[in-house]
């Protein structure tokens, strides 16, 4: 693990301590149980705000702390070691990237505060399929002298059940007749935009929204045809380099409870950790763990930096942390034994959200591949 300063230390210890206490995996038991549908609890969303999560990247002129997508990562792993359900990443991170990229001066000023005090929930509309592929995409903008006039649905929207605003991915005519992507910014309750909670395994707010001729202003058009796939693939690798830090809290999650049980659990008058194919596989879980990490921690600190590799850095980031946290969960279970089949104990949860968040925003076959393509393989 990279050196913390004194700042990071003490938002890790802080992020760590509140989850620890104040959201125990037994509060998303009861989310669950309860069948929320916005997929948070409202009170746990507040705390975050109260701590000031919510504007960790949002630059200090708009409201926020500005302190970097690696402090950023800290406190997502440590969300994502008991499954704490909460907008943060869909807005905070995915929504706020998305504004502080395209959006004009006046919408940064508009709206960035409103992110970063969370009075606004601000999310990518994006999928249109059961796999992720930005390149293809069926919603369409029409641009006329009036305005713009948006068609289309956006599958599996996080946190879209919740969402004040949506920023959307759609294709826009250019010159010459070609087609480019442009991010629009369109507000929950316009006229036009009906959105239905999707009911998934890992029991958070998804929500499938359909924008039916929607009409928008031309200032609603965040960025335009000819930058605007650039700036979507930008905005992607922060999505994609910060879920797979909460990638990582899950799958070290449960390595620690996987561990725990081979240390307590006794058979044959011996704890079970004290066989060696058993000892053996939990090393080279720990193995796999730490190099996760350091894959996760390497993309995080390229996209503070600007650095060159950051497209192959991220890739390389999100593929390791989905075979890693498909591993891991699945080891979970299987060395637990007939009690992790059970919905009374929490392995099942973990194994839920990680196949969840393997596909989300391409599973490790597509950031495999899109490594490859990147150095020219």
Not at 202 to 221: C, K
Not at 276 to 297: N, P
Not at 324 to 353: C, N, P, V, W
């Amino acid at each position: 693990m990279a050196a913390l300063n004194e700042e990071q230390q003490m938002i890790k210890d802080q992020a760590s301590a509140w989850v620890r206490e104040q959201a125990p995996v037994s509060t998303f038991r009861a989310m669950r149980d309860q069948g929320v549908t916005q997929g948070f609890f409202a009170e746990t969303w507040n705390a975050m705000i109260e701590m000031g999560w919510t504007g960790l990247i949002v630059p200090e002129n708009y409201g926020g702390a500005g302190l970097g997508y690696q402090t950023l990562g800290l406190v997502l792993e440590q969300l994502g070691r008991n499954l704490v359900a909460s907008p943060l990443y869909a807005s905070s991170v995915v929504g706020a990237t998305a504004l502080m990229q395209s959006a004009s001066e006046a919408q940064k000023q508009a709206l960035l505060p409103k992110i970063a005090d969370g009075s606004r929930l601000v999310v990518l509309a994006l999928e249109e399929g059961a796999r992720h592929n930005p390149t293809l995409m069926q919603c369409r903008a029409q641009l006329t002298s009036d305005g713009i006039t948006l068609s289309g649905t956006k599958q599996f929207v996080m946190e879209g059940a919740a969402a004040t605003d949506f920023v959307v991915a759609a294709k826009v005519g250019r010159g010459q007749g070609g087609m480019g992507v442009g991010l629009f910014l369109v507000a929950s309750d316009a006229p036009g935009v009906q959105r239905h909670a999707v009911k998934t395994m890992d029991s958070r707010g998804y929500a499938s929204v359909t924008f039916d001729t929607v009409a928008l202003n031309l200032d609603a058009m965040l960025v335009g045809p000819e930058t605007g796939q650039a700036v979507l693939q930008g905005v992607l690798d922060v999505a994609t380099a910060a879920l797979a830090a909460e990638m990582l809290g899950t799958a070290a999650a449960a390595f620690d409870m996987t561990l725990d049980y081979l240390k307590t659990r006794k058979q044959f008058g011996q704890v079970i950790g004290g066989f060696q194919a058993l000892g053996h596989r939990a090393a080279g879980l720990y193995s796999e763990k730490e190099l996760t990490r350091s894959c996760v921690e390497a993309a995080l600190a390229a996209l503070d930096e600007g650095a060159e590799e950051t497209q192959e850095l991220v890739a390389l980031a999100k593929c390791k942390a989905s075979e890693f946290l498909h591993e891991m969960s699945s080891q979970l279970i299987q060395i637990h034994g007939g009690i992790g089949m059970t919905d009374e104990f929490d392995a099942g949860f973990y194994l839920k959200r990680a196949r969840v968040l393997e596909n989300a925003l391409g599973n490790a076959s597509y950031h495999r591949d899109r490594y490859a393509k990147l150095l020219n393989f």
